[in-house]
Each structure stands twice: as C-alpha cells, then as structure tokens.
C-alpha cells in the first residue's frame, strides 16, 4: 500500500514539476517572443510566478452557477487531471526509473490519453453555457478525430520496436544506435506532434478554446481552483505528451555516445532536456501561428495525417518484413 | 544562370520571426519597447496636455476659461480689493482677487481651450501625468494644488523650421 | 463639378452649387423617382448617408435660427459616384404634424440603417420600410432626441460656471468704471 | 409506421435514416457586448445552427454619445474637441473634414505648411489605424504575437504625433484657418506660434522606414501564413455592387476591386503632389481587406517621407476673426479616413454654432452589410469577417 501511495506521489510531484517548468517555458518563452519582459515581480526575476498563480486561483471563490449540473460539473476537472497524470506512469526516466513498466506501455498510454476527452465534454456540458456547449462539443470532435492519428503513428514505432513497453521501445533505439526519428520515422514523428499538439488544444487547434469566439470554451463557467486544475493539466498534458515522443522518437534517456552504464544518472536529465526542446518549440509555433477552423481541422486529421499514417505504418511493416 | 530558390513555407518563416525577436528582447544591444512604470518613469514630450497649472498671480478672474470650456468644468470665485496706491496722492487701483479656481479633471476632455484663450497667461500645460485618484471628488483640483503643478512646466523646446 | 452641375440643371430646376456642394430640392411626392433616376441615370450608385434636419424656431437647445423658418422636417441624402466624385445632396421636405416619407431601401440597399436612425431621433414615419425599429435608444425611450425641442439634460441640471461674475466694488462708481474702461 | 425488423423493409429503412437529416434547433448566440473579440461593445444577437450562422441581428447603441445633439450646443472650436472621440483610433484625421468645411464656408485659404502638417499627421493616424487593425485581425483568427508587434511600432508613430500635437488619441491640434497655434508647453514660448519640434523629420523619417519594414514583417508573420491564407482566403467576399449599394467605403470597397480614394478624388488636403499607389484588392475576400490595409501602410509612410522632403516654409495659421462667425451656408465635406469616408454635413445659421451638424461616419455604414455578409456563415468565420471590416464602436454609434 504504501509503495503504491509512494509511487503516486512521485507521479504527481514529477508531473506537476513538469507543468510547473512548462507553463513558466510558455509564458515567459512567450513574452520574449512579444519583445516584453514578462512576469518580473514574482522571486527570481519573475521565474517563480506559477507558485504565485497557484496561491491566487486556492484563494479565489469557487463559483458555481446555479443552472449547472453540479456533481458533473464539480468533477470534470479532476477526470483530466487524472487522465494526465497516469499517463505518466509508463514514462521511463532511466531503465528502472520508471513507475510501472508495463508490457504494453504504450497502449495503456494511449488509453488513458483518451479519458481526458469525457472530462472536457462534461465540463462544457455540464456548465450550463452555450460558449460551453460548443467548446466542449468542438473539444469532442477534435479529440476523437486526433485520437486515430497519434495510435496510428505509434504503430510504427511498436512495429519497429518489436515491443509495446517504453521501456523495451527505448532499449531498441539503443541498440540500434540511432534514435527511430532518424531510423525511418520521421513522418511517424510529425504526425504524433502534430496529433499531440491538437489533443493538447494548443494553436493551431485550439478551437475549443477560441477565445475570440467562445471567450474560454469549455472552461468559461470555472474559476478558482476548478480553472486551475484545468489550466494544469494543460500544460500537465503538454509535459507529459512531449516526454512520450521523446522517449518513442527520440531515444527516450539516451542520447548516442553517451556511456550506457551511467544511464541511471543522466537519464532523468537527458529525458528533460529532449521533453524541453519540443515544448519549446511547440511554444515557438503557437505564439507564431493563427487557429484553424473547425471544419479544416477535422479535414486535417481524416484527409491528411489519417491516410498519411496508414502509408507509414505500410511502408515500415515492409520494410521490417522484407529486410 | 537560373538560382534555384525553395520556397519555404509561411508557418516557419513565422517561427523564425518570434525567434528573432525573442533573441532581440534578450540581447543587451536592443533597444527595449517597455518601461517598467511604476519604477521608471516614461519620458513624455513636452508638449504632452497632462495637467493644467495655474498661475494664480496672473489671474485676474475674468472668467474667459470658463466661458469658453466645452465641458464647464471650470469653476471661478473672486472679488475685487482695492490697492493702496503705488505712488503717494495717486488713484487707489482695484486688483481681483482669486477666492477659488477648481478645475475638474474628472470632467475634464483635455482640449486645452481654456490655456489657448487665457489673455493674461495664467494657464500652462505640464506633462505631468500622476493624479489619478481612488476617489473621484478628489479630481477637482482647488487653486494651491493647480499652482503647485507650476513648477513641473518644462521650458520651451527648440523648434523645427 | 461645373460639368456635372450643368447635367444636373438639366434635369432639376431646382439645384444649387455653393460651397462646393450640389444641392438639389425635390418634392416629398417624387422622393423615390428621384433617387431612382440619380441611380439610374447619373450614376450615382454609391448611397453615402440619410439624415433629417429639424427646423423650429422654438429651439431648447442652441440657437435659433437668425430668420424665422416655417417648422418642418428636411430630409437629405447624399450620393455620390466613386469613379468621377460627383456627389449631390438631394433634400426634401415634409410636415411636422405627419411625418412620413417613402423608405428608400427598395433602391439603396445602405438606407436601411440611416432611416432607421433617422426614425429614433426624429421621429419621421418611413413607408415601406422592412424593420423600422430603434438602432441605438434602448428599449422603452420615449422621445426624439434630435429635435430641437429635446432638453438636453446635462445642460439643464448643471449652470454655467461662466455666469458668476466678478463682484463688484462697493464704493466704486459709475464714473470711475468708465474712466477705467 | 415501417416496421424496422421486417426483412422486407430493412432495406429500405436504412436508406432512408442515411438521407433524412437530424432536424435540430437553432440556437440564438449572443455576442457581445462583453465578448474578447468585439472592438467595443457591439452585440450580434446570432441565430446559430451548429456552427453555422443563420441569422445575425447586430445591436447598437451601447456607445452612443449624441455627437450631433451634442454639437448644437457648442460653439465651432469646440466642436473640434468632440469630434476626435468619434474614431479614436484615429482621432486626427476625424478633424480635418470638419476644419475644412468651417474653413469653407468661412472662405478661408489655408496656408501651404499647414496644410503639409495636417497631411503628415492625417497619414500618421492612417498608419496606427492600420497597426491596429492588423494586430488585432490577427488576434482575432487566433495568433496571438503579432498585436504585440504592431503596438510597439505604433508606439513610434503615436510619440510623434504627441510631440507635435500634444495628445496621442485626442490631438486637438487644427485651428480654423490652419493648425494650432500655440500648442502648449514653456512659459516663455506659450504665446509665440509654435511649429514642429526640434528632431521632427529625423525621428519621422527613422519611424516611416521602421513602419515599412514593419509592413514587411506582418506579410511575413500572417500573410505568408499557410493557416492564416485558408482562414481568410474566400471568406466573406463582398462584391463591388453589394459594397455601392450599402455605402461601404475605404479599404474594404478597394479591395473588392474599386479604385475610390478620396485623397486622390478630392481636394481636402495637397495630395496631388505626391506620387503614391492606391492598392486594390481582387476578389474582396478577409484576405483582400487585410492585404490592402497592409499595403496602404507603406504607401501613407511613402506620402509622409515625401511631404517631409517637400515641406514647405511659411505661417501656420491664416488670418480669422478672433470671435468664430460662420456664415450662413451648408456644405458637405468628406475626407478618406482609414476607415473609410467620413464626411461632415455643416448646416451654419451664421452663429458661434452649427445649426446641424451631420456626421457621416465611415464604420457605421460599414457594418450595416454585417447580416448580409455573415449569411450562412460558419462561426469562427463570423469573427474573422467581423474583424476584416475593422470598425471602432466610437465610430459607429457617435
């Protein structure tokens, strides 16, 4: 029992550090880019602001609108803190650093990775709010429809990889040397970012939270410390998906080169670094880009990247048979 | 000879221009875009309409300012006091005097007709710009505070030809 | 603007050139004809703004008018044409007691807003009209503001402060007021 | 009644629930007047099916300050007070059409250099205008860095006209019979007739070439964009007939195709002398709008570099009666704001103030096309067409 509470802590802390390092990334990534200081009162030069973010939505009255449907309404938010949080679990951060090695890692990941959908519905609809209702039904639609190219594009990793752990996935990237993105991946990669991008429902597909449109989505009616769980696991949800393609992609915490028996130390590290570098960039791409449009983006996921991920998964299950 | 040029798509070249930002807001040699207000002051022009200051000696109350404000948001008492006179066996002068000059800034529309008509100059533009108040009664400002903005009335500039 | 001034006598007896502006006068009755014909025939299919001039000689608010003037409603519209800029202001203008005039919608699609405007702040009936309802007072406002019998509330509430007036001195005289002046 | 289980109707059945569609209720959406992308506090009442746009009922009136009642009250110098706050965004040019209609029927020859003055600063304004307006479009279909780039530049721009003027929003600045004489500041110069600050032609010219580059960079940032071109492109195309009818005008009529320019057209101010290209949209689609108010950007900086070049030396204020009479007669002036066209319809009585005052305003009649163009539109589209017509509330209510 305690192993277990043990293990959930270690979870919760590490994702939540995650966020917490993610969400200053972001927002101060972001106000450099908008040529502005950004935070700067908070400790440090402003580099502590989340922990006075955190303070300020505990402190703030939990509003709860009397049309609403409550007990739906009051546990939306946690079915995507959870969703975020487990997804964890299966995340090596070395080859025993890791909370539960499972053999089939990446379909529990991908599983779980659903369960956040039914929280977003029920948060929009459970408000009581047309904004509401419509960012949760655009939410909906995005997810399910981005849901298909994200397991399309693992497939070929677990092809390659003859495994469903992460564990294995990783120990295959090392021995092969390369990690799979330069190994035949590639467009397995760019799909998988593209897909996670859009489950995160950062620009370009933030349509459920279209704030010129729908002021907050899905979201509008919470405030307190509902909206923080929320916001949270955003960038939970960022961390998080950032460090499963870096560990499927990118060769998880290794790099080439480095001495494999001291993998117990620079993992975590190494694992950071590579999870950092893609939430930079995909800070860099939504501070640059505009929202595509609920119909695009739907086109997007079944005319393009669904197709294209079939292609890839037919041209790595022959060339893993034919040679 | 033909130069082949790939055509590089729109969203990284938008990439590319937040990146070359964020290295310009973080480099030194930049100029920076912000002031960081409540510890640095922004430099205004001086010829900024911030605050109305009032020269309470050359006031003779006549009341032109407030006639011609678009708004009536300028309030004028004063009597007149007889002076003794300059030279001895000389006529007693009659000299006005301010009882009250307020100027409601709350009302205020910043138009600067009342500096402009003012025959005697007694009303000056500063670029004073902190006065806001928590209370709006508190923006009607009686003769001593209006004197008192005198001294932040910059010089005159040079001028372009 | 001579040029098109000289067209325009043509077909209007009554048109006037001043300050750079065509003016021309029609009867209520020939309203429609009119615009259809400026449309039409001129070419004048750029429709720049409706509005409605109240004029009375009992006047609440500014100035009356230096001459006495009979009390009705003129009715001016603009047109204008965008490739040669020839612009006209054609006004008419009808009773106060019954206030009403043929909408122009039919053949501006744009007047649909300046009538309706114009019916809020004037009061003036539109014919024909598809929704003549108020565009900016809120719902349950009575009144017409733009007319000149209209209070405007913010000058009857507050007095001029240029009225107080510097007292006089109690000793001086009449005498020595003129010698100063 | 069909039975469903019968093996004979199965068939059928199932053909006919593919083809019949979910019969579902509209929904009414109400945008505004409190909503992140309205400029202001308009409200569209929106009947929604979906996400398709049915029925739009724009609702006005939350900003109306009764300019025209207001200026029946006030005399002609303060007239020019209130009509900066009509589009405050860019509140200079609002006042040149009503100084020129005073001026003309007063019959007043303005002199040269003043007249160059208010050029520059007219083309300022359309130049943060226009910053605005692309900041803002392309907040509105989502990117969010571009706003912070424009205000930046449009600092620049603003600093200028304060320095000259004295107000960034509200310059207050034209006098009849020229520009403002005294302009504020220092004891000793305060009745001397003050001219351009010291640093002004360097600092323009410094600004113009940042706002060009500018330019530059929002084709690069937004209109280069892959996801930006398939928001706008063929979204909300308004024909040129369509655009007559309704007396929609500036940016949004040239890029459905027609060359009207007012500056070009009119004589309001010495444009003639300078050698400038009126961009012209072709298919009078979002991206059109945006493109063409981009482009003007550039231009108005050529005008402004050139009249800086050609700046004529001279008085600054023609001689006017100390006490403003205005002679009996009406006039019509209208000026190319970078809304559009704003006209000023003076109806003196030969008194310190009009008679009536009609003010023409460029996005009121711009925005009466919203429910005709948002027909059938999707919702997201419903913003980005709403932010391509760049209109200020101010601007519509009065």
Not at chain 2, 87 to 115: E, H, T
Request: proline share 6%.
């Amino acid at each position: 029992m305690t192993e277990v509470l043990i293990k959930v802590g270690f979870l919760a802390a590490v994702a939540l550090n995650g966020a917490i390092i993610f969400t200053i990334m972001d927002v101060k990534g972001a106000s450099w880019m908008q040529r502005r200081p950004g935070p700067l009162h908070v400790g440090l030069r402003g580099f502590i602001f989340p922990l006075a973010e955190i303070l300020k939505f505990v402190q703030k009255e939990d509003i709860i609108p009397t049309e609403v449907d409550r007990p739906v309404f009051k546990w939306a938010p946690a079915y995507v803190m959870v969703s975020c949080v487990a997804l964890f679990a299966v995340v090596p951060m070395s080859p025993t650093l890791v909370v539960a090695d499972l053999e089939l890692g990446v379909f529990f990941a991908l599983a779980i990775s659903s369960l956040g959908t039914i929280g977003v519905l029920t948060a929009g609809w459970s408000s009581a709010n047309k904004y509401s209702l419509m960012g949760g039904l655009r939410a909906a639609g995005q997810l399910i429809a981005y849901e298909l190219p994200l397991i399309l594009a693992v497939v070929g990793v677990v092809i390659q990889a003859e495994t469903m752990s992460l564990v294995g996935i990783v120990e295959k990237q090392i021995e092969w040397g390369v990690p799979f993105v330069v190994g035949g991946q590639i467009i397995g990669f760019l799909i998988f970012m593209v897909a996670a991008t859009a489950e995160m429902m950062r620009v370009p597909f933030d349509m459920p939270i279209g704030e010129s449109e729908l002021t907050m989505g899905f979201m509008t009616e919470y405030s307190g410390i509902r909206f923080l769980i929320f916001y949270i696991s955003e960038y939970m949800n960022m961390f998080i998906l950032c460090a499963i393609a870096s560990t499927l992609f990118l060769g998880g915490y290794h790099v080439p080169l480095l001495p494999t028996e001291w993998v117990n130390f620079y993992g975590p590290v190494v694992l950071l670094t590579k999870t950092a570098i893609l939430g930079f960039i995909l800070v860099a791409i939504r501070w640059s880009q505009p929202r595509f449009r609920e119909d695009q983006l739907q086109n997007l996921a079944w005319k393009i990247l669904i197709p294209a991920s079939l292609v890839n998964i037919l041209v790595t299950a022959v060339m893993k048979v034919g040679f | 000879m033909k130069t082949f040029k790939p055509k590089v798509p729109g969203f990284l070249i938008g990439i590319k221009i937040v990146i070359v930002n964020m290295l310009k807001t973080l480099s030194p040699f930049h100029s920076k875009p912000n002031v960081n207000y409540p510890f640095e002051k922004e430099k205004v022009a001086p010829r900024a309409r911030g605050v109305i200051a009032l020269d309470q000696e050359a006031c003779t109350s006549c009341m032109l300012c407030a006639r011609q404000c678009p708004d009536w948001c300028i309030y004028i008492e004063g009597h007149k006091e007889l002076q003794p006179p300059s030279k001895p066996g000389g006529r007693q002068r009659s000299r006005a005097v301010l009882d009250r000059f307020d100027i409601d800034y709350a009302l205020c529309m910043y138009c600067g007709i009342c500096v402009e008509v003012c025959p005697f100059d007694a009303l000056f533009w500063s670029p004073e710009y902190e006065y806001s108040e928590f209370n709006m009664g508190d923006m009607l400002h009686d003769k001593e505070r209006l004197d008192g903005w005198l001294k932040t009335v910059p010089e005159a500039e040079g001028l372009e030809s | 603007m001579e040029e098109f001034f000289n067209k325009i006598k043509e077909s209007f007896t009554d048109a006037t050139l001043e300050f750079e502006t065509i003016t021309i006068k029609v009867d209520s009755t020939e309203w429609i004809e009119t615009h259809q014909n400026l449309r039409d025939q001129f070419n004048l299919k750029f429709f720049s703004w409706l509005s409605a001039i109240d004029w009375d000689n009992e006047v609440s608010v500014g100035e009356a008018p230096k001459e006495s003037v009979s009390p009705s409603f003129e009715i001016i519209t603009c047109l204008s044409d965008l490739a040669n800029t020839n612009l006209i202001i054609v006004s008419t203008s009808i009773v106060k007691s019954d206030p009403k005039i043929k909408s122009l919608v039919e053949i501006y699609a744009g007047a649909n807003w300046h009538e309706r405007e114009a019916f809020e702040m004037f009061g003036i009936n539109f014919e024909n009209h598809p929704n003549l309802e108020k565009l900016y007072l809120p719902d349950g406002y009575e009144g017409n503001p733009m007319l000149k019998s209209f209070e405007l509330i913010s000058r009857e509430v507050k007095p001029w402060p240029g009225e107080v007036d510097v007292e006089g001195m109690p000793e001086e005289s009449e005498s020595d007021k003129s010698e100063d002046g | 009644m069909v039975n469903a289980l019968d093996p004979q109707n199965i068939n059928s059945f199932s053909e006919a629930s593919v083809s019949v569609e979910i019969e579902t209720e509209d929904m009414t959406l109400n945008i505004g007047p409190q909503h992140p992308s309205t400029h202001g506090v308009l409200r569209l009442v929106a009947k929604v099916d979906g996400e398709k746009v049915h029925d739009v009922k724009p609702v006005l009136g939350y900003m109306h300050r009764g300019y025209e009642k207001l200026a029946e009250v006030r005399t002609y110098p303060q007239i020019t007070t209130l009509v900066n706050r009509i589009d405050w965004v860019a509140g200079f040019s609002n006042e040149i059409p009503f100084i020129t209609g005073a001026e003309r029927l007063m019959e007043i020859e303005v002199p040269e250099r003043a007249k160059h003055i208010r050029l520059i600063l007219t083309e300022m304004a359309r130049i943060s205008s226009h910053f605005v307006f692309n900041g803002a479009y392309a907040l509105e279909v989502g990117a969010l860095t571009p706003i912070f780039y424009a205000m930046e530049d449009r600092e620049r721009v603003l600093d200028l006209i304060e320095s000259v003027t004295g107000g960034r929003f509200h310059p207050n600045f034209n006098r009849i019979g020229g520009v403002k004489p005294a302009a504020g500041a220092g004891p000793t110069t305060k009745k001397d007739i003050q001219d351009l600050p010291a640093g002004f032609y360097r600092d323009t010219k410094v600004a113009m070439q940042k706002v060009i580059e500018a330019a530059d960079q929002f084709q690069n940032l937004i209109g280069g964009n892959e996801v930006f071109k398939k928001r706008t492109k063929n979204v909300g195309v308004l024909t040129a007939e369509t655009a007559e009818a309704f007396g929609v005008s500036g940016p949004i009529l040239r890029a459905s195709g027609v060359k009207s320019d007012l500056r070009t057209q009119t004589d309001y101010l010495p444009y003639d002398q300078f050698e400038y290209d009126i961009p012209v949209g072709e298919n009078g689609d979002c991206y059109d709008r945006w493109d063409v108010r981009v482009k003007e950007m550039v231009e108005s900086a050529k005008i402004v570099l050139q009249a800086i070049d050609s700046m004529p030396s001279g008085p600054l204020q023609a001689k006017v009666p100390k006490v403003i009479k205005v002679p009996k007669g009406r006039t019509y002036v209208r000026a190319e704001n970078p809304k559009g066209e704003m006209g000023y319809y003076i109806v003196s009585d030969g008194g310190l103030g009009p008679y009536r005052l009609k003010v023409r305003t460029a996005s009121f009649s711009n925005i009466s096309i919203l429910p005709n163009m948002l027909e059938g539109a999707l919702l997201p589209d419903l913003i980005a067409i709403m932010g391509s017509l760049d209109f200020v509330l101010g601007d519509v209510d009065r």
